[in-house]
């Protein structure tokens, strides 16, 4: 048992999001200048075809980031879940066994690269123009790719565990050193593009070695060679958690495999050519990353936040943290939009000069590609929101909608339709689609949480009561019918957090007895007028009358073992020699009754009257026979109140009030 409450659980929202938010937008986004930095000197000092071979590269790496992400951040949100519930040991072995499948994976991944390279070069639309600049530095990287896929799980784990600035800095770190060295290898060794490769995996040994480091410093845990021991239950777990995460860089492999492919073929058909469309939708799309870097950034950082607070149930601070990510995440999409309409030339210009079609072709992709990103800071939110709560499915889906569901289909159909420009309006119908499938997911998963605090609420409501009251107490409820009484009975039962024994007595009666529900619903207070002609002759009981016993019997035997209100079936009169029994009667005027028969029970206004009329005198009968006394004689019951006076939810306000008023320092409710 922790001697005080996490942060996470406790602290203002806004100051936990800044704490984790910041750090984290600035790794991802040092980590999409890895490739971006890389980019940029590629462009002024190899020219856009060495740009154009870091595009047809880059799904390697984004492969890696895959598998490398779907263990972190799997690892990340199975740590916040399991200290959440208090569950420590757990945590322990998540994070341990999220460790061992990112080692397992790069060293495959890293095997397959070297291995197949120019196949998977062809795959990812690699022209002839771009081969020799794309082989020479796809091998280098690939040799990096154990490093990276490491350093990247690492990072997302020790986020997680309350050290966002730790991996911040190892994450800057490499960043700024792969800006120092990239210049040095491209311009004054002359390396070009091998060059830039290399400056790249250096500084990705220097942010795994950073982040290896950490292991024997986490907060929240203390890992062991136990923890390390692989456990197929948890790889599962850690696995699912970050599914959303593997299948959202999995699919925008896809993305670039199709639309490279897509751009080659029509590019070669129009105006363009092959090479400018495949370099600068690359570069399009990584720096639409960067907008994506910021949104998920403010996400993930949340992510321990939401993750934590769903496992203790505070569901509150759920809902207030995702209100924050969705208000941040669309203002940032807005302004982004806004640079991406208005000033496309000058960010392309970023990556080296090129001629007039090279210019042209850059700006319509900004802004017609570009066009709804405003919707990512919906859609990325939801996907990160759905996986930090351990519902993968949702997630998974989530991020598959846009990029495969959505973006490839309209890359193939657009672009049969139209070419070049359909690819380029394939990017807005794909946003707009992902945004209508996440808004909807998103308003039903708040309406579930608005629910769950709800039931949290009466439970807790229930404990207090239970703890403040010290015996049982049986709440015995006749009523008129159309005067709400059942609907009451049901609320003081809520409220009090005991059991309800209304049409569900059937169910009981008929385990108990062995006889059909449909048989004791027919004859349970139905004593026809041939019955007593028939008792007189036979010398027997009626259905009625066995039922009636086995009910006394059954509801003697409940009253004595627990707490509950049992609504009808003369219980007051039944229990009249116990002392624990509070007896209530709810009535109404004729009025109130038959507009709530006309409302509940359907029954045409003109005949309800009449049809209460009937129900009433038949349970006075009842009664009258069994017991023998009056039914709504006031002498029979410790509370007759009208429920016109206050309305249902009032009235049964008023009655725990006043049950609570009474047994407070006497009794307690037992279940």
């Not at 070069?121 to 600049?133: K, M, P, S, V, W």
């Not at 080296?352 to 405003?374: H, N, P, Q, T, V």
């Not at 007028?529 to 027997?540: I, K």
Request: proline share 2%; hydrophobic share 45%; net charge positive.
């Amino acid at each position: 048992m922790e001697k005080e409450e996490n942060i996470l659980g406790k602290e203002k929202i806004g100051k936990l999001i800044r704490k984790f938010s910041i750090p984290s937008i600035i790794s991802l986004l040092v980590n999409s200048l890895y490739n971006i930095v890389d980019q940029i000197f590629i462009g002024w000092g190899v020219g856009y075809l060495g740009n154009g071979a870091t595009n047809v590269v880059f799904p390697l790496t984004v492969i890696s980031l895959a598998f490398a992400l779907m263990f972190g951040d799997g690892g990340a949100a199975y740590l916040s879940l399991k200290l959440g519930e208090k569950k420590k040991k757990d945590a322990e072995k998540g994070v341990a066994n999220s460790i061992l499948l990112t080692v397992l994976s790069s060293l495959i991944i890293c095997t397959i690269c070297l291995i197949f390279l120019p196949k998977l070069l062809n795959i990812f639309g690699c022209t002839d123009a771009l081969r020799q600049y794309a082989l020479s530095y796809g091998y280098i990287i690939a040799i990096g790719l154990p490093f990276v896929m490491i350093g990247t799980t690492l990072n997302s784990i020790i986020r997680a565990d309350g050290s966002p600035r730790y991996a911040m800095t190892s994450m800057v770190t490499g960043a700024v050193l792969n800006m120092i060295l990239d210049p040095i290898f491209i311009f004054v060794f002359k390396a070009g593009v091998q060059g830039a490769a290399i400056a790249t995996v250096i500084s990705q040994i220097v942010t795994f070695v950073i982040n290896v480091i950490y292991i024997k410093k986490f907060k929240s845990i203390k890992l062991s060679r136990n923890s390390f021991k692989p456990e197929i239950s948890i790889l599962k777990k850690v696995s699912m958690l970050g599914i959303s995460s593997f299948i959202t860089q999995m699919s925008f492999v896809l993305v670039i495999a199709f639309e490279n492919n897509f751009l080659a073929k029509y590019g070669a058909e129009s105006e363009f050519g092959s090479e400018i469309p495949i370099t600068v939708l690359g570069i399009v799309m990584k720096i639409s990353q960067i907008l994506n870097s910021i949104i998920v950034g403010i996400a993930v950082g949340a992510q321990p936040i939401l993750g934590y607070n769903y496992g203790a149930k505070k569901f509150d601070r759920v809902k207030q943290t995702l209100k924050l990510v969705l208000c941040l995440s669309v203002s940032i999409s807005t302004f982004a939009f806004i640079l991406f309409q208005t000033i496309p030339d000058k960010l392309i210009s970023i990556f080296g000069s090129g001629d007039e079609k090279y210019m042209e072709f850059a700006c319509m992709s900004f802004r017609i590609y570009l066009m709804l990103c405003i919707c990512n800071g919906i859609q990325i939110p939801a996907g990160i929101f759905f996986q930090a709560i351990g519902k993968s499915i949702k997630s998974a889906g989530i991020s598959l909608s846009r990029q495969v569901l959505f973006l490839i289909p309209a890359i193939v159909i657009l672009g049969s339709l139209f070419g070049l420009i359909g690819i380029l309006y394939s990017g807005p119908v794909a946003d707009g689609l992902a945004f209508v499938v996440s808004t909807m997911l998103l308003l039903l998963e708040v309406k579930k949480l608005t629910q769950q605090k709800v039931n949290k609420d009466i439970k807790e409501k229930e404990i207090e009561i239970n703890n403040q009251i010290k015996e049982r107490i049986v709440i015995t409820l006749a009523r008129e019918y159309g005067s709400g009484g059942r609907y009451i009975g049901k609320l003081i039962a809520e409220k009090l957090g005991i059991k309800l024994y209304d049409k569900n007595f059937i169910t009981k009666l008929s385990e108990e007895t062995g006889l059909s529900e449909d048989y004791i619903e027919e004859n349970e207070q139905s004593r026809k007028n041939l019955a007593n002609l028939n008792n007189g002759y036979y010398y027997g009981l009626s259905n009625a009358d066995e039922l009636f016993i086995k009910e006394s019997e059954l509801i003697k035997e409940i009253a004595n073992k627990e707490s509950c209100v049992i609504v009808g079936r003369c219980a007051n009169f039944i229990l009249q020699e116990n002392k624990d029994v509070l007896k209530v009667f709810i009535y109404s005027d004729m009025d109130s009754k038959i507009k709530r028969a006309n409302k509940y029970y359907g029954l045409d206004e003109k005949k309800a009257e009449k049809e209460i009329k009937r129900i009433d005198k038949l349970r006075a009968n009842h009664c009258k026979h069994y017991v023998g006394k009056e039914w709504k004689n006031v002498e029979n019951y410790d509370i007759c109140i009208n429920s016109d006076l206050y309305g249902v939810e009032e009235t049964a306000e008023l009655i725990c009030n006043m049950i609570k008023r009474k047994y407070l320092e006497t009794t307690t409710i037992s279940k």
